[in-house]
DNA sequence: CTGAAAGCGCTAACAA
DNA sequence: TTGTTAGCGCTTTCAG
């Protein structure tokens, strides 16, 4: 309950009967320091339960090992896979991760930003609202990694999910639709963009028309309005902008009688939790994002500690390397296209 | 990309021409400072984009205006309005929330709880997989607050889903179900032993047959299992430990042709994400999550800044002040059922 | 191999 | 009102 006060590197020197400088390096670099005063000096501190303080190391080094991941919403579930993804690796280096939440608001990131600045010893920054040259500044003054977006000078990881909507085009011109909508996301999204530049000429190759949508807010609640739109349109299939966005369609066709897939196909995008529990289970991008996740991490400790090689776990077939001289150049991760009931022969 | 080195308050107070004492005066009670001269240093700070170190503040204070929620698993939807409650209080309140997840483990929450110890002044454990032994140990050592959790002396937050899930028995019974299965939790679930306890006599007094099946991991994956158990036992009726279990059973009996509700009805806990969007749409025991974050968060604030009362914000009636003096007994916030269509009448 | 002392950036006495 | 000084806990010269 009342919580005592911690023992601190002087205690644990009186104890051992050193002086503080020894007992600091008996815990530190044991190799600098007699054996058995070490094996002393480490017996003490632990039967005090001493603690470094991580503020007094902070503050005489500069470096607080700790790292924020700075996101517009946490419970927005497709960022779950890059709180873990990132999470895991910066608690394997020692770091401890921060989480920001920015309600989708650029003004509360900058602020946010400005408050991390000396807090964190960077941060990973994911799906950012901000300007090309907000981040650039605030690159300036904390090391900086972005997930989904090109900034010149910054690293950074791509979800390839302009590629695995092609692959949904692809996927959908080979059952025979030829008349086809895209659901798009906000005006802002970087990726919303990148995603229709590459569904135009694809859908021109596969002589399919594309009917673009929206902008969407990329919610289940906008869903009705692009289910409308897309029956209005007289597709007969529509590819939305995430998933959250496609459970509206779905739910909003299932209102108004529209069988789906027979008379309308719907692909989301994200692979999030719940897409395999609707009915019909939807088909849908996945991409990689707890991979991306750490790779985003390898890239910061890269720069953090300055050319830490990424070391390759097992389950990241494709994951390369990372050393801080890659670090300016955006890995890109490759999306697939899961096919599940949603989709069908065009109606 | 180079980051540059911050500025401190010597660089100010220099630049101000002024001592650093009256520079820091001047940025922290404006009050005891001649005007002028506060103002000159105000605008110098700002000028040369001045930010207090975080580590220099805490090494002097002892407090780092940091709080950990620890988790067993951040990726868990249950937990998502927690994180999201307790997050925007600290923010309120000018702190930082730092993530922990334990994978699941006591020697991983133990090993955290003690690193954190002075990183942070605070910590909420959710659904603590530690013994009330350990918990109160580690309170000696750091203010704590408990989720889903009694502990004597450690202030908590209850959601009541034993009376939720007494509340779902009633409404089988209310339907004509005279024999139902509780699909119960881990074995080391405080949850679940309190829910047992509450359903038994509950049983009893609705004149229902109870199974007790199980311990099942909380997850999707071992719906199939319980599934099984369930009509193996002749039950017209599940109640699940969790919507994720209820999933799976869902799934399961879904593969096997068995309809739901008309020959099996089906009860989760917890309405997470997607409990509305499988089809039948599950019936469940929802928990104000968020708002037991927000009041575990203030718990907490209360005893950091001793006696600060819980403010109301309108939305949680209810929601009692939180004061000091109250912290050490645990607050129960009440839960409901939510009927949706995986229950009706018994087949 | 070990100890004394300086100093990281800041705030809080204590003087002036 | 302002400046000077000490010291938070730690690591790191620099002597010994």
Redesign the interface.
């Known amino acids: 309950?009342?919580?005592?006060r911690?023992p601190t590197l002087r205690d644990v020197a009186a104890a051992a009967g050193v002086a503080v400088s020894t007992a600091s390096r008996a815990l530190t670099r044991p190799g600098r320091v007699n054996a058995n005063t070490a094996d002393r000096v480490v017996a003490v501190a632990k039967e005090l339960?001493y603690?470094?303080?991580?503020?007094?190391r902070?503050?005489l080094s500069g470096r607080?090992a700790?790292v924020a991941l700075v996101l517009p919403d946490?419970?927005n579930?497709f960022f779950?896979?890059l709180?873990?993804g990132t999470?895991a690796r910066l608690?394997e280096s020692g770091y401890?991760?921060?989480?920001?939440?920015t309600e989708e608001s650029a003004e509360v990131e900058l602020d946010t930003l400005?408050?991390l600045?000396?807090?964190v010893d960077g941060a990973v920054l994911a799906a950012s609202r901000l300007s090309d040259e907000q981040i650039g500044a605030a690159?300036?003054?904390?090391?900086l990694v972005v997930v989904n977006r090109t900034i010149p000078?910054?690293p950074g990881v791509l979800l390839d999910t302009a590629g695995g909507m092609v692959q949904a085009l692809e996927h959908l011109a080979s059952s025979g639709h030829t008349r086809v909508a895209y659901a798009s996301g906000p005006a802002t999204s970087w990726s919303d963009r990148r995603r229709r530049e590459a569904l135009e000429p694809a859908a021109v190759r596969l002589g399919v028309e594309l009917v673009v949508l929206g902008p969407y807010a990329p919610l289940r609640a906008s869903g009705a309005q692009a289910a409308d739109a897309a029956t209005d349109a007289g597709v007969t299939a529509v590819i939305a902008f995430n998933d959250l966005l496609a459970?509206g369609v779905l739910e909003r066709l299932d209102a108004r009688g529209i069988a789906v897939p027979e008379r309308m196909s719907v692909i989301g995008c994200d692979d999030i939790?719940?897409a395999d529990?609707?009915?019909p289970a939807l088909t849908t991008v996945a991409s990689p994002v707890e991979q991306a996740g750490r790779m985003a991490a390898d890239l910061l400790l890269a720069r953090l500690e300055g050319g830490r090689s990424g070391d390759e776990d097992g389950d990241g077939f494709d994951e390369p390397a990372v050393s801080a001289r890659d670090a300016a150049f955006p890995v890109m991760l490759p999306t697939r296209l899961i096919v599940r009931s949603s989709t069908g022969a065009a109606g």
Request: glycine fraction near 12%; avoid cysteine; proline fraction near 4%.
């Open positions: 309950m009342a919580v005592r911690q339960g603690i470094p303080s991580a503020s007094a902070a503050l607080t700790t946490v419970t579930p779950f896979g709180v873990r999470g608690r401890v991760q921060v989480l920001a939440d400005r408050k600045r000396g807090q690159a300036a003054d904390l090391a000078g910054t459970f939790f719940g529990l609707v009915r």
